[in-house]
Every structure is written in structure tokens, then in C-alpha cells.
């Protein structure tokens, strides 16, 4: 990831644009403290300018006798200096990059006019005004930015390698092809490579988007960032670390983070056309009368050409742009949205279309007992009781979800319990014999099957008691409780086609899709998968794409989309430090809000460029004619910003 020097009093944009918000994704914990710290300090000069203005303004109302002449002006210089150097400084380094007209070189003619009119107050204002909307606009991505502990939470942090006859913990770099390697319980596995114990439950979730755990027996293919779920096993390593599918994965999120496109700041592309014809009309209202008025005097024209600059000066939209981004990213943030830049306030305003993942996105990303069928004379209570006596003894991910079951209290027990590889439990449970399991176990005890359970796509456990079929639970992974009203909302905020990219296998991802009633669903997709298929919509002409997911096999869509959207709650570190907009409550109908949200920032924001345009050039002209003081300048610049300001403020109060 890049990087790069910033002076220490260097001005800062009003927003962050889309490679900007990966500048400090290598924070650690030290780092993040320090930027607390470093982030007070940055409002210090606008402070100390700030006393200094107020009891210069106090000192001149009250006409206080030594505050006058000399004194006066240095004072004011000095309350000037914080803050006016660091824009007079940026302004100097674009002119010798080659940039002449920017909105710091505006500001600093405009201010030190002011200076030279003897309008000193009015100097020191504006860029104290300015100073406290940029520290504001910082402060605001500042919050709305996750600690950034980036990619290296992700990666696998050590390895236990068989070396000299023990198991020695190293870095996953330090481990070779073909050596012998040990994963505890909860740990993930490090490099990929072949199991070499009997057997093992993976969740592999973060890699391919598949809600079910995954059984593997020996001599089966395991992958770098599975997790080991149950014992501890053993595989031996096929390849070194930077070619593992970990690896690949963040490879990807870079590649596809230095494909995404610069947003370039509003208020710099005005200020390229607006700066030089300012000053250039400033120049002509100096002279130009000379040629055509018979009493010339160029102090008088001068006078007027310097107020001309004061009212001309963006202060307004240099001020209230910022702040009506951070009114914007302060409402979303109070609705547990964060973005992590104003820039994808606009940018979220453009999309329709909306590309979405299954498990954990819309689903819980957890299994939950969607269907209970009871083919016996029991009730289902008891029916279950059979089950969950059998199934109690079991550590399987699927047992735990069975055992959720409100179940009443029962003097059943179990013994006989023996578990067949690959097909599930048998046991005696109340003097009855008991099976439960997957298909292939009720074939091996000639237990018939209904032909209904073929067209089910979720998991079954298929229950038979005492050598009868007996009915069957389905497990899956449970719609999120909003997220019907997600969808809803999404087609009225005016999003005109929603997908579904899954990792999940293709008929459990389509039946959710139909559920939703979504466009089109594809499932059994790998990262490049969905990468392919996101950069295939963005080719279409316009179509913008926001894509919403929470696993690191999501990560490099994330970063490639126009808007990447990551459920925060329980996404992974990797989806939501590549994202651009992170849903906290993991609740997929927020997602229709922060676009509400950015269609009334964008609202607000535009209402405060007219108002700033259509009252400066009124004044404009009134100060070209001579008929406007620098009390009229003083409110088209000052006033107008502060009106800007109390609009912005109302997004604050919104509700959506």
C-alpha cells in the first residue's frame, strides 16, 4: 500500500478521495493513540487564532485605547499566522507545481487584501473559519475510519512445524514444502496443503462463502485460512505461504484497490475555473477603469478591486462543503453506517446497481432449524427428544444447531452411541434404536426415504426410529430478520437491479434469491469469480456497482466496486478495512439508508453552493459599482459561510 510524507501544517482537502482512504491502513495500535493525540494538536492553531480573533473584535467594540496602530496590526498578524500560513504555504507549493489558481491562492490575496484595507478582523475570520471546517472534516473521516490493523490480522500469524522431533512455533514464510505441520482447536490452518489426520471439520466461510462447515478426511486438499473447529490435526504442507489461497485473496484486494478510480474534490475543480477568472477580474476592475474614467484614482479602484477579492473569496463553499459532508457521515454514523470518506457520500448517489453476497449479508451466517417434519405417532417435542438425546453426545456444528431446540425436560437416554464416518449417529435411545443423518445412512440400513426430501436444497438430517422412517429436520442459514425489508427499501431508494454473488453452492443461493425476489443470482463462485462479474457490470455503460459482503473472499470486490459496502459486526478485518462504507449493525436494510442519507447530503450541499453563488454575485456587482462596503463583504463571505453552516447542520436532525 502507498504511502507518503505529509508536512506537519500541511492544509488537508475537505474530503478523502477513493486511493486517499487507504493512506493509513497500516495503523497500530501505538499509531492509532499517537493520531488521538496528533489529531488535538491540529486544532490548536485554529484555537489559539480563534481567542486571539474574539478578543480582538472585543477590543475594538469597546474602543480599549492602547489597541490601536502598530499593536493592533500585530496582533491580528499573529492571530493570522497559524492559521493563514500552512493555506499561504499549500498555496505556494501548488504554484510550484505548477498549479497557479487554486482556492488557497484566492484566499491568501483575498485575507492579506483585507490586511491591506486595514480589515484585519476580517483576515484572521476567514481562515479561522477555514481552519475549523477542515479539522472538522477530518476529524469526521478520522471517526468514521475502523482502527486499520489491515491485512495482517487476516494472515495466519504462526505456524506449528515438526522439526527435531517437536512441534516449534514460526512464521508461515519460514515453513517449507512437505513439512509436517500442527493446527490446534479454533487456530487457523497456516499454509495449504493435505490433511494427514483422519479427519477434520473446517469452517471455511471467510474463503468461499460456504455457510456449512466443511468434513474432510485424510488425504483431502485443506487451505491457508480455514479454522479448525474440533481436534487437533495434522497436514503436511504443498505450498509456501505466498502461494497459498490466503495469499491469492489479498493479493487480489491490492490489485483491485489500485484499479479503483480517483474522486477528485468538488471545490478544487471549481476553483480551477473560478480563481483565475477572479483574479483576473480583480486585476481588470484595478486598471481597466483607467482607460475609460476621467477622474481616475487607482487607490479608490484598488479599494474596490481588494473588497471585489474579500467577497469573492470561497469561503462559504470552502467552509460548508466540508461541513455538510460531515453532517452526512455524523447522521450515518448515529444510524451505524460509517464511510470511510465524504467522497462516497456522492459516489452512493450515482449507484443502481446493487450486488450482494448470501451468508452473513443477508443471512445470519449461522445454522438454524428452518423445518421440522414428523412422520411418527410422537409429538414433535418428543419426536425431537429422540433426536437430541442421540445428538447430544455429538460435537458437529449441526448437533449445536439441533440443540438450540427449546426442548422439554425427559428421563431419555442414550448409549449404543456410535458415529459412521461420512453418514452420521446410531444409538439407542429409550430402549428404540435411533438413526440420524444423511441419506447415504439411510440407505446403508434400508430405511426408505420420501421422495419430497429430493428437491430440498439445505441440509437434512434424516431421523429413523426403531427401524421406521420417522421424519426429518432442515437445517439452514436463516434470513436475516430485515432482510425482506432490505430488498423493499432498495427498489424504492431507486436501485433498478439487485444480484446475488455467492461462494455458497448455486441451488442454495438461488433458492434465497427467489425468496428475495432478486434480478439474477449466481452461487459456487470463487473470489475471481465474483471479481469477473462485478468488473463485467462496471463495463456496461452506466452502471454503477455497490457490493455488499462481510467475508475475505469478498475483500477484492469490495475494493473494486464504485461503492464497497462491508457488514462490520461480524464481517471479517479484511472486508471491512477494504470497503468504503461499513454497515455496523449487520443489518442489510442500512444499506438503503446510507444511500437516502447521501442523496439529502448532496441535497443540503448544493442548496448551500446556490445560496453562496446567488448572494456573492449580488454583492459582486455591488462592490464592482462601488455601491457595496466591506460590511457587505464581510456578510456575503463571513455571513453566507455561517448561513451554509446552519443549513448543513440540519442534516444532523434528519431522520430517514
Known sequence: MKTKNTPPNKVKDCCITGDEHSEHDNLNESGHNHSVNSSFKSYLPGIFSFVLLITGIALDFFEVGFFRGWVRLIWYLVAYVPVGLPVALEGWNSIKNGDFFTEFLLMTIATIGAFILGEYPEGVAVMVFYAVGEEFQHTAVSNA????????????????????????????????????????????????????????????????????????????????????????????ATAVFKDSSVARILDLVQNATSRKSKTELFIRKFARIYTPIVVFLAIGLTLFPYFIVENYVFGDWLYRALIFLVISCPCALVISIPLGYFGGLGAASRNGILFKGASFLDTMTKINTIVIDKTGTVTQGVFKIKQIVNNTDFSEAEFMEYLLTLEEKSTHPIAKALLAYKRETSGFEATSIAEIAGKGLSGIVNNKTVLAGNKALMNAYNIIVPKETETIVESLIYVAIAGNFAGYVVIADALKEDAHRAIADLRKAGISK???????????????????????????????????????????????????????????????????????????????????????????????????????????????????????????????????????????????????????????????
Open 145 to 236: 475510519k475502523k482502527n486499520i490493523k489491515a491485512l495482517l490480522d487476516v494472515r495466519p500469524n504462526e505456524a506449528l512445524v515438526y522439526r527435531n522431533a517437536q512441534f516449534i512455533s514460526v512464521d508461515p514464510d519460514a515453513v517449507a514444502i512437505g513439512e509436517k505441520l500442527q493446527v490446534r482447536v479454533g487456530e487457523k490452518i497456516p499454509l495449504d496443503g493435505i490433511l494427514t489426520s483422519e479427519k477434520a471439520t473446517l469452517n471455511t466461510a471467510a474463503l468461499t462463502g460456504e455457510s456449512t462447515p466443511a468434513s474432510v478426511r485424510k488425504g483431502d486438499k485443506v487451505f491457508a485460512g480455514s479454522i479448525n473447529l474440533e481436534q487437533v490435526i495434522e497436514l503436511k
Open 498 to 656: 439487485i444480484i446475488m454473488l455467492s461462494g455458497d453452492k448455486d441451488s442454495i443461493t438461488q433458492q434465497v434469491a427467489n425468496e428475495l425476489k432478486l434480478d439474477w443470482a449466481k452461487g459456487g463462485l470463487l473470489p475471481e469469480d465474483k471479481l469477473n462479474e462485478v468488473e463485467l457490470l462496471k463495463k456496461q455503460p452506466g452502471v454503477y456497482v455497490a457490493f455488499t459482503g462481510d467475508g475475505i473472499n469478498d475483500a477484492p470486490v469490495l475494493a473494486v466496486s464504485d461503492v464497497g459496502i462491508a457488514m462490520g459486526g461480524l464481517g471479517s478485518d479484511v472486508a471491512v478495512e477494504t470497503a468504503d462504507v461499513i454497515i455496523q449493525t449487520d443489518q442489510p436494510s442500512k444499506i438503503a439508508k446510507a444511500i437516502k442519507i447521501g442523496h439529502s447530503t448532496r441535497k443540503i450541499i448544493w442548496q448551500n453552493i446556490a445560496l453562496a453563488f446567488g448572494v456573492k454575485a449580488i454583492v459582486l456587482v455591488l462592490g464592482a459599482g462601488g455601491l457595496a462596503t466591506m460590511w457587505e463583504a464581510v456578510f456575503a463571505d463571513v455571513g453566507v459561510a455561517f448561513l451554509a453552516i446552519l443549513n448543513a447542520i440540519r442534516l444532523q436532525k434528519m431522520n430517514w
